[in-house]
């Protein structure tokens, strides 16, 4: 006889921890010890930066198709979800979506984790990996203020996995 171990939904809902945009002080030198030493001051950015997720990462419902685990991923691009030796049980899986609100035409760093801990009551766990976003390799602040990118990932489940997975991620972001 099979059992099959549902995930009734897995969503990774987003709570994020904002980096604070990096200060640049302004370089003292000693006009009176040193003529040459030019004094350089570089401005703040004028907008601090904002981070909302729009939309947490979800992978909806899937069953185990035997003891031996799979895998599920969702493409950061196009949204769709992967399933490897797990049946597709209906509903709606999404990508992650986050919008980022600062000063136009400013370039930025975004750092997504390498990894995040989704548990399910009763202490189960598994690992969204993998990480991914639609992110060009220099990403800017748009002439609106507004930079917005999407986010996927992946899960290994084993035979024991069974429950509804949450977890929490960090996002950072800022300006070069």
């Given at each position: 006889m099979?059992?099959?171990?549902?995930?009734?939904?897995?969503?990774?809902?987003?709570?994020?921890?904002l980096?604070?945009?990096?200060?640049?002080a302004?370089?003292?030198?000693?006009?009176?010890?040193?003529?040459?030493?030019?004094i350089?001051?570089?401005?703040?950015?004028?907008?601090p930066?904002?981070?909302?997720?729009d939309?947490?990462?979800?992978?909806?419902?899937m069953?185990?198709?035997?003891?031996q685990?799979?895998?599920?991923?969702?493409?950061?691009?196009t949204?769709?979800?992967?399933?490897?030796?797990?049946?597709?049980?209906?509903?709606?899986?999404?990508?992650?979506?986050?919008?980022i609100?600062?000063?136009?035409?400013?370039a930025?760093?975004?750092d997504?984790?390498?990894?995040?801990?989704?548990r399910?009551?009763?202490?189960r766990?598994?690992?969204?990996?993998?990480?991914?976003?639609?992110?060009p390799?220099?990403?800017?602040?748009?002439?609106d203020?507004?930079?917005?990118?999407?986010?996927?990932?992946?899960?290994d489940?084993?035979?024991?996995?069974?429950?509804?997975?949450?977890?929490?991620?960090?996002i950072?972001?800022e300006?070069?």
């Open positions: 099979a059992r099959l171990a549902l995930f009734s939904p897995v969503l990774l809902a987003g709570t994020l921890l980096a604070a945009p990096s200060a640049v302004a370089q003292g030198a000693c006009r009176l010890c040193d003529d040459s030493a030019p350089v001051a570089q401005a703040r950015p004028a907008r930066l904002h981070i909302d997720i939309t947490g990462i979800d992978f909806d419902r069953a185990l198709i035997d003891y685990g799979g895998a599920a991923e969702i493409d950061p691009l949204g769709q979800r992967r399933l490897t030796r797990l049946l597709d049980l209906g509903g709606l899986a999404m990508r992650g979506t986050v919008t609100r600062g000063e136009p035409g400013r930025v760093r975004i997504l984790p390498d990894e995040v801990v989704m399910a009551p009763g202490g766990r598994v690992e969204l990996r993998d990480m991914r976003s639609d992110l390799a220099q990403p800017r602040i748009g002439s203020g507004v930079l917005r990118f999407s986010f996927g990932g992946r899960i489940v084993d035979g024991d996995d069974v429950g509804s997975f949450r977890g929490r991620m960090r950072s972001a300006y070069e």
